[in-house]
């Protein structure tokens, strides 16, 4: 059983950082896509970063040069981490991992694109940036 969990949400004043961690259990696909999604009150879910099997990555356009999403697959334990810079108020929401076994990664092209295509997802991690 595929089992996400995220940690490390919390709140910081603009300009700040944070690094959120998703520690992924039962997830031994050997290719794979996984990404960092966010959700804003009121707003539909919005894909921020992605990762595959090989490392290949991509970020949407409001988060390049600030966000880095990376893997750890270290000691049969498979760890997502998205590392998150110079943070503003706009980027205030819940963020959430998900994963699919496909190395195909979705585009990252707006509000509520591909939230269907990936078959497992976390509960939640809220990040609050203050200005």
């Known amino acids: 059983q595929v089992q996400l969990v995220e940690s490390g949400g919390g709140s910081v004043q603009s300009g700040g950082s944070l690094r959120l961690s998703c520690a992924a259990s039962?997830?031994?696909?050997?290719?794979?896509?996984m990404a960092w999604f966010r959700q804003a009150p009121g707003k539909e879910r919005e894909g921020v970063a992605t990762?595959?099997?090989?490392?290949?990555?991509?970020?949407v356009d409001s988060v390049k040069g600030r966000f880095t999403i990376s893997q750890d697959n270290a000691k049969n334990t498979h760890t997502l981490y998205l590392q998150m810079n110079s943070l503003k108020p706009e980027d205030t929401a819940m963020y959430y991992c998900?994963?699919?076994?496909?190395?195909?990664?979705?585009?990252?092209?707006?509000?509520?694109?591909?939230?269907?295509?990936?078959?497992?997802w976390g509960q939640g991690t809220q990040v609050t940036v203050s200005s």
């Open positions: 998900a994963a699919r076994p496909d190395p195909a990664c979705p585009p990252l092209i707006g509000l509520g694109w591909a939230t269907d295509e990936y078959n497992y």
């Open positions: 039962g997830f031994t696909y050997s290719r794979y896509c």
């Open positions: 990762i595959d099997s090989v490392d290949r990555t991509s970020y």
